[in-house]
């Protein structure tokens, strides 16, 4: 019995022994081990953009008049047979009182005019019969050898100087009745607002097939020479206008793929980098940070059918490739850290953890590209903590 006792005593004893020795050794750290694979790569530049339409056309107006009310809405699909504006003559205006006056002493002024030249006429024409009753006489009184030579030369000459006075006189008439009529038109009242002479309206047809984008007042009203009233585009061709930090913007070329997301549509739409402003400008960020932004203008190489609904002035958001590699090996940027003014890794050997040196190239999202100091299949540390260290043993925490 005591031999028992004594043998179960030291068993607790080893026992004991045993768990102390058990708690000072070193426990293997649980850590997230990242298999490094080689995998596509693409480097982006993420910005908002903006649609337009490649080439809209506005129709303005080629004189000054009044437009009629629009004949298009905004959408409304046209060709070039499609009338989308009307351009009547515009009406007069009211005179004040001291226009008013002037104008209508100018109509009887014209007026008294008028019939001055009319008394003219008659004189001319009187003066022309004189001198043809004379001619013929003379050619009588010729004949018999009566009269000179010069005496018959005179007389002709008195009638064709009659003749042409007489068609002066004409003129002269013809031509204060014209400025009667345009001073009476001076006096002329608008319209009652009666509706406007279709045939006297000069009709505007779209410049190109495509779709009403705006109207710049569908009303009535008067306009000037020059002035924008309908714009007309197409919306299968659409292109996208972004800009971007100028120190991005320097490694974007054109040419560039970019993929268009959260457009409102499903799936991702593709376009390509047509321009590069030379020319930056300075924007205040929400944070009230001045920033040298620089635009950058896209076109949407998707088709049509691919991107219902996306119209003229929508919000999109743009990813701009500026780097790309389909075989590059790549581990999270929670894994890198600074080493003696370079980066490095805790990679897993023989599941002990060895400080690792690496070469870091591009970086996109959570990833980095490593160029040099790690071969594929490696596995490395994604979260190292203060207990990882040159070593120490870990332990794979399992998904």
Not at 69 to 78: C, L, M
Not at 146 to 165: C, F, G, K, Y
Request: net charge negative.
């Amino acid at each position: 019995m005591r031999y028992v006792k004594l043998a179960l005593a030291g068993l607790a004893g080893i026992l004991g022994i045993g768990a102390l020795v058990w708690a000072f050794l070193p426990q293997p750290v649980p850590v997230d081990l990242y298999p490094v694979q080689p995998s596509p790569m693409a480097v982006t530049v993420s910005a908002e953009g903006i649609t337009r339409v490649r080439d809209p056309r506005t129709v303005t107006a080629p004189l000054a008049g009044t437009v009629a009310r629009s004949p298009v809405q905004v959408g409304d699909a046209v060709t070039t047979d499609t009338v989308v504006a009307e351009i009547r003559p515009s009406e007069p205006a009211f005179l004040d009182a001291r226009a008013r006056a002037q104008a209508e002493a100018a109509v009887v002024e014209a007026e008294a005019a008028v019939r001055l030249a009319e008394v003219n006429l008659t004189r001319a024409e009187a003066d022309l019969a004189y001198a043809e009753g004379q001619l013929a006489r003379n050619r009588a009184l010729a004949a018999r050898g009566t009269i000179p030579q010069r005496a018959m030369e005179d007389s002709q000459q008195q009638a064709l100087t009659a003749a042409r006075a007489l068609d002066a006189a004409r003129y002269d008439l013809d031509l204060h009745r014209a400025t009667l009529d345009r001073m009476q038109a001076q006096l002329q009242l608008p319209s009652a607002g009666g509706a406007p002479n279709v045939d006297c309206c000069l009709q505007l047809t779209a410049p190109l097939p495509g779709t009403v984008l705006a109207i710049t007042d569908t009303g009535a009203r008067l306009v000037q020479a020059g002035e924008p009233l309908v714009t007309v585009g197409d919306l299968s061709a659409l292109k996208i206008e972004t800009d971007i930090l100028s120190a991005d913007a320097v490694n974007v070329r054109p040419g560039a793929l970019a993929h268009v997301e959260r457009w409102g549509g499903a799936g991702v739409l593709t376009a390509h980098v047509t321009r590069v402003d030379p020319a930056g400008f300075t924007r205040v960020s929400a944070l009230g940070i001045e920033e040298q932004r620089v635009r950058v203008h896209l076109d949407i190489d998707s088709p049509a059918e691919a991107r219902l609904g996306l119209g003229d002035q929508y919000r999109v958001f743009v990813r701009i490739v500026i780097w790309s590699d389909d075989d590059v090996l790549q581990v999270p940027q929670s894994a890198l850290f600074r080493q003696d003014g370079g980066w490095a890794v805790w990679r897993a050997v023989d599941a002990r953890a060895v400080l690792t040196p690496v070469s870091v190239g591009h970086t996109q999202g959570q990833l980095a590209a490593i160029t040099d100091g790690l071969n594929a299949g490696d596995l490395v540390v994604a979260y190292p903590g203060a207990s990882v260290a040159q070593g120490v043993r870990l332990l794979p925490i399992s998904d």
